[in-house]
T-cell receptor, first 114, second 111 residues
Framework: DTAVSQTPKYLVTQMGNDKSIKCEQN?????MYWYKQDSKKFLKIMFSYNNKELIINETVPNRFSPKSPDKAHLNLHINSLELGDSAVYFC?????????????FGQGTRLTVV | SQKIEQNSEALNIQEGKTATLTCNYT??????LQWYRQDPGRGPVFLLL?????KEKRKERLKVTFDTTLKQSLFHITASQPADSATYLC??????????FGKGTHLIIQP
């Protein structure tokens, strides 16, 4: 019974395409996140979403947009994919934002743009 | 801007010894500091959280210290085992945007 699940696990697509990654958590948490881990393994936050409040990392291109149909889901939409978008994307959730509680991560989605 | 530094190179430790990993930070005053473990192809897994008013936290063979004056956390694994081999990530929290991660230290426990 996976706590944070994301699909797909692997995604290979061509430049210019639009794609989505889905994330669901069954922990009842209030806050969900998207992180990007690049080839150097640096894990960088992209979005934080808490009770319909979206906090965006200012370095994230506006081609990336999170969408939350309900508290248990936070999907990531990417438009006009570029080669530099290739990375592993992790969804996570925590009971609260603010970093004062543990975060639970999904298994990651490896995105390869060709 | 905030900066978190961890030993970015691999740390080789002999089985049975204590592994000590370092996390230093600048331009930040975190209220919380967390440590995570990440195995290849998996997401990070939470290990320990320590608050700014705590000096030390223990969990089984793990110990974390937090020195807000030095702006440093030390993560210790005692009686290390090959199964402890992984990348260990330090993360700072307390802002509205959740956790900020360091680049991690790749720990190798040699039998």
């Amino acid at each position: 019974d996976t706590a944070v699940s994301q699909t797909p696990k692997y995604l290979v697509t061509q430049m210019g395409n639009d794609k989505s990654i889905k994330c669901e958590q069954n922990l009842g948490h209030d806050t969900m996140y998207w992180y990007k881990q690049d080839s150097k393994k640096f894990l960088k936050i992209m979005f934080s979403y808490n009770n319909k409040e979206l906090i965006i990392n200012e370095t994230v291109p506006n081609r990336f947009s999170p969408k939350s149909p309900d508290k248990a889901h936070l999907n990531l939409h990417i438009n006009s994919l570029e080669l530099g978008d290739s990375a592993v994307y992790f969804c996570a959730s925590s009971p609260q934002g603010m970093g004062n509680t543990e975060a639970f991560f999904g298994q990651g989605t490896r995105l390869t743009v060709v | 801007s905030q900066k978190i530094e961890q030993n970015s190179e691999a740390l080789n430790i002999q089985e049975g010894k204590t592994a000590t990993l370092t996390c230093n930070y600048t331009n930040y005053s975190p209220a919380y500091l967390q440590w995570y473990r990440q195995d290849p192809g998996r997401g990070p897994v939470f290990l320990l959280l320590i608050r700014e008013n705590e000096k030390e936290k223990r969990k089984e063979r793990l110990k974390v210290t937090f020195d807000t004056t030095l702006k440093q956390s030390l993560f210790h694994i005692t009686a290390s085992q090959p199964a402890d081999s992984a990348t260990y990530l330090c993360a700072l929290g307390g802002g509205a945007d959740g956790l900020t991660f360091g680049k991690g230290t790749h720990l190798i426990i040699q039998p």
